[in-house]
């Protein structure tokens, strides 16, 4: 069964801060993983899907980076502002039987203060 | 309208009520999902439909009943729900549930459901 665990579970920054959100996974056979931001009682908002062939992905101020053999990702945050605070989400996707599936972590709440 | 839509956006019900959540994809994907959110837990993937078939029920119990009239519409009926069903439930959209290079989930803003 695959699990998705993300370190830390909550992390308060002051503005300007670079950071790094943790992913891990417990089976590496996937075929991608995607970080997602939710605001408060929100949906999802993608941010970066990485392949598993791929190393890394980047996005203006946010790069994150996929170690398959060792069932890692980060997602790098460079200069925070107070609007990247909201919960960050990592999600792994992997065959299941007969559907694809996301499984996701309990997400990082990161508060960036003024 | 655009991407993928979810009415209500709250609701509040008893425990002896019968309501529905709706889910409306403009994408034209194929398959659609239900996730259920709760407090200090990892989303949960409840159903799944591909092409109007229902092929994923993640042992989710009879008193929510999910529909797929067509590809773009998705139902979650709910009956007799209990206080620890109050959670944001979800609702995703992709091309298609079975070929991984077409799996990329869209998400709608989520019904928060409160049962009293």
């Known amino acids: 069964k695959q699990e998705v665990t993300q370190i830390p579970a909550a992390l308060s920054v002051p503005e300007g801060e670079n950071l790094v959100l943790n992913c891990s996974f417990t089976?590496?056979?996937?075929?991608?993983l995607q970080w997602f931001r939710q605001d408060p009682g929100k949906g999802l908002t993608s941010l970066l899907l990485?392949?598993?062939?791929?190393r890394e992905q980047t996005s203006g101020r946010l790069n994150a980076s996929l170690d398959k053999s060792s069932g890692r990702s980060t997602l790098y945050i460079a200069a925070s502002q107070p609007g990247d605070s909201a919960t960050y989400l990592c999600?792994?996707?992997?065959?299941?039987?007969?559907?694809?599936?996301?499984?996701f972590g309990k997400g990082t709440l990161l508060t960036v203060n003024p | 309208e655009t991407g993928v839509t979810q009415t209500p956006r709250h609701l509040v019900m008893g425990m002896t009520n019968k309501k529905s959540l709706k889910c409306e994809q403009h994408?034209?994907?194929?398959?659609m999902y239900w996730y259920k959110q709760s407090a200090k837990k990892p989303l949960e993937l409840m159903f799944v439909?591909?092409?109007?078939?229902?092929?994923e029920n993640n042992s989710v119990p009879s008193r929510f009943s999910p529909e797929c009239p067509n590809s773009s519409h998705l139902f979650l009926h709910l009956h007799t729900l209990q206080p620890e069903d109050s959670a944001l439930y979800l609702c995703?959209?992709?091309?298609?549930?079975?070929?991984?290079?077409?799996?990329?989930?869209?998400f709608g803003p989520g019904t928060r459901l409160t049962v009293t």
């Open positions: 990485i392949q598993s062939s791929q």
């Open positions: 994408l034209g994907h194929n398959a």
């Open positions: 999600a792994v996707f992997y065959s299941g039987g007969s559907n694809y599936k996301l499984t």
């Open positions: 089976d590496s056979a996937i075929y991608n």
């Open positions: 439909y591909n092409f109007k078939e229902q092929t």
């Open positions: 995703a959209s992709s091309q298609d549930a079975v070929a991984a290079s077409s799996y990329e989930q869209y």
